[in-house]
């Protein structure tokens, strides 16, 4: 594991934390963020509830390949610093499954996953 190592900031500024989205200060042992949505577009302003499911779906049935790390890491380091100072952080926006994090991390997991469907109506 690399070396830890202390993070200050001294301002942050958030604008937008969408869905399932989070903004964590501190180290953590492990991350797991998930999510998943049925997006439908379509050229006429109608709205259904409960219309789609994501069973109805493969692609939130199917597995993620993970593939193992095979490849050997190398690395040097220079312990010049065990702080990170950073005076100010603008975010317009985090999104859907991500994660905004101030710390360390020693697994992180993130999953988002979208159906688009389209609707257009018939042309003449």
């Given at each position: 594991?690399?070396?830890?190592?202390?993070?200050?900031?001294?301002?942050?500024?958030?604008?937008?934390?969408?869905?399932?989205?989070?903004?964590?200060?501190?180290?953590?042992?492990?991350?797991?963020?998930?999510?998943?949505?049925?997006?439908?577009?379509?050229?006429?302003?109608?709205?259904?509830?409960?219309?789609?499911?994501?069973?109805?779906?493969?692609?939130?049935?199917?597995?993620?390949?993970?593939?193992?790390?095979?490849?050997?890491l190398t690395y040097e380091?220079?312990?010049?610093?065990?702080?990170?100072?950073?005076?100010?952080?603008?975010?317009?926006?985090?999104?859907?499954?991500?994660?905004?994090?101030?710390?360390?991390?020693?697994?992180?997991?993130l999953e988002a996953r979208?159906k688009h469907i389209r609707?257009?109506?018939?042309?003449?």
């Amino acid at each position: 594991m690399l070396n830890k190592r202390t993070s200050y900031v001294n301002h942050i500024t958030i604008d937008s934390l969408a869905t399932t989205s989070t903004f964590e200060i501190g180290d953590s042992t492990a991350i797991h963020a998930f999510s998943r949505a049925i997006a439908i577009q379509r050229e006429q302003e109608l709205f259904f509830s409960n219309e789609a499911n994501f069973d109805d779906f493969e692609i939130f049935k199917r597995e993620i390949p993970l593939d193992p790390i095979t490849e050997e890491l190398t690395y040097e380091s220079s312990p010049i610093n065990s702080f990170i100072k950073v005076n100010r952080i603008d975010i317009i926006g985090v999104s859907t499954s991500s994660i905004l994090h101030i710390g360390s991390s020693n697994n992180v997991f993130l999953e988002a996953r979208v159906k688009h469907i389209r609707q257009l109506n018939g042309r003449k």
